[in-house]
């Protein structure tokens, strides 16, 4: 069950509380009675497994990725043959 914040806007109580999705959201303060607010903060999140890294998602080289790209080349002209005599 997740962990909700609260904050008294009377007399700034805070506290925490586990409810479920389905509760509905506290209103009012347990020390004077006053009006509660949800307080909202970051949330850590880790993600675990496969395709989250850097090179997961990248083909094993031995370049350095700092290297520049190598330029497109084009095929040269092939030299003009010479008739023998």
């Given amino acids: 069950m997740p962990t909700y914040?609260?904050?008294c806007t009377e007399c700034d109580n805070a506290f925490d509380?586990?409810?479920s999705f389905s509760d509905n959201s506290?209103?009012?303060c347990p020390v004077c009675g006053g009006k509660l607010?949800?307080?909202f903060s970051a949330v850590g999140v880790?993600?675990?497994g496969s395709g989250f890294y850097r090179n997961d998602s990248r083909p094993a080289s031995t370049s350095s990725s700092s290297?520049?790209?190598p330029?497109?080349?084009t095929p040269a002209p092939a030299a003009p043959s010479t008739p023998a005599t």
């Fill in 26 to 28: 506290l209103t009012e």
């Fill in 67 to 69: 290297s520049p790209a």
């Fill in 71 to 73: 330029a497109a080349s």
């Fill in 37 to 39: 607010r949800k307080v």
């Fill in 17 to 19: 509380i586990q409810q």
């Fill in 5 to 7: 914040s609260y904050r």
């Fill in 46 to 48: 880790t993600f675990t």
